[in-house]
Nanobody, 123 residues
């Protein structure tokens, strides 16, 4: 079982990107999927999480109102829509799976991780 992220790249400030996380190999009944990001020499930051049971979401204050997490119709892909991007959003973005559907945002609660995708926001 693995998670696979895609969609990162270089974008100008105030631009948009959509990241994807393939969760098709994850077969638990109730779980949560979160997006984290990390820059060198800083701790991994949880930014958004979605419940598989009812698609409720939670966001970090740093991205609230700009980023949106969602499932596709078949719940095999989790998206993170990034709007109004700022240079400080530059990071490696990871998706991760929590075996409990608790909308947690602490990376130590997540047991399955993707390989990460780089997002760079620069003029």
């Amino acid at each position: 079982v693995q998670l696979v992220e895609s969609g990162g790249g270089l974008v100008q400030p105030w631009g948009s990107l959509r990241l994807s996380c393939d969760v098709s190999g994850f077969s638990f009944d109730d779980y949560a999927i979160a997006w984290f990001r990390q820059v060198p020499e800083k701790e991994r930051e949880g930014i958004a999480v979605i419940s598989s049971s009812d698609s409720t979401t939670e966001y970090a204050d740093s991205v609230k109102g700009r980023f949106t997490i969602s499932f596709d119709d078949t719940k095999t892909t989790v998206y993170l829509q990034l709007n109004s991007l700022k240079p400080e959003d530059t990071a490696v973005y990871y998706c991760a799976a929590d075996y409990e559907d608790l909308l947690r945002i602490d990376p130590t609660d997540y047991g399955l991780w993707g390989q990460g995708t780089q997002v760079t926001v620069s003029p």
